[in-house]
């Protein structure tokens, strides 16, 4: 038996695809901009089964991501503005890349919002080849099975 290919991790991710598989869908709706279903993520992995929400208030720890993420990109506006339009103290070039680096900000953020999602995830989760034939792995830390009697 002869295995498909990998699915490239940094495109997988990108298009917001499951971590074990690389194939199933994590979000529901396609796009990211229809605001009230934006973060409306599968239960399950619809190719695989790995549940999307580890544990409960799995995604609290995303705030950081995305803040981190944030900060990444506002570093990388300035420089790509700098680099090919610059900045002068001499007229309001500066104030037009800060306006439209919120602007930007602002438009991204629903995708930036799943991304963080998805890069969290991915985080816990490696990839599995074998993922037709292998148990989803539980991650649930301190779960009513495996955890000792206590006094
Ligand atoms: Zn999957």
Redesign the pocket.
């Known amino acids: 038996m002869s295995h498909e290919p990998r699915p490239n991790y940094l495109w997988s991710m990108l298009t917001m695809k499951?971590p074990?598989?690389r194939?199933?869908k994590l979000f529901k709706n396609y796009s990211p901009y229809n605001l009230k279903h934006t973060l409306d993520m599968q239960e399950t992995?619809p190719?695989?089964g790995?549940p999307t929400e580890l544990e409960p208030g799995f995604y609290y720890g995303t705030g950081y991501v995305s803040y981190a993420l944030a900060v990444a990109l506002i570093v990388a506006w300035w420089v790509a503005w700098w680099v090919l339009i610059g900045i002068s103290a001499e007229d309001n070039r500066v104030f037009w890349c800060l306006g439209l680096c919120i602007a930007f900000l602002f438009l991204i953020q629903p995708w930036l919002m799943r991304l963080s999602r998805v890069i969290y995830l991915w985080f816990f989760v490696s990839y599995d080849d074998d993922?037709e034939h292998n148990p989803v792995k539980r991650y649930v830390s301190g779960s009513k099975e495996t955890r000792p009697h206590s006094h």
Do not use: E
């Open positions: 499951c074990r598989c194939r199933g992995c190719v695989c790995q993922y």
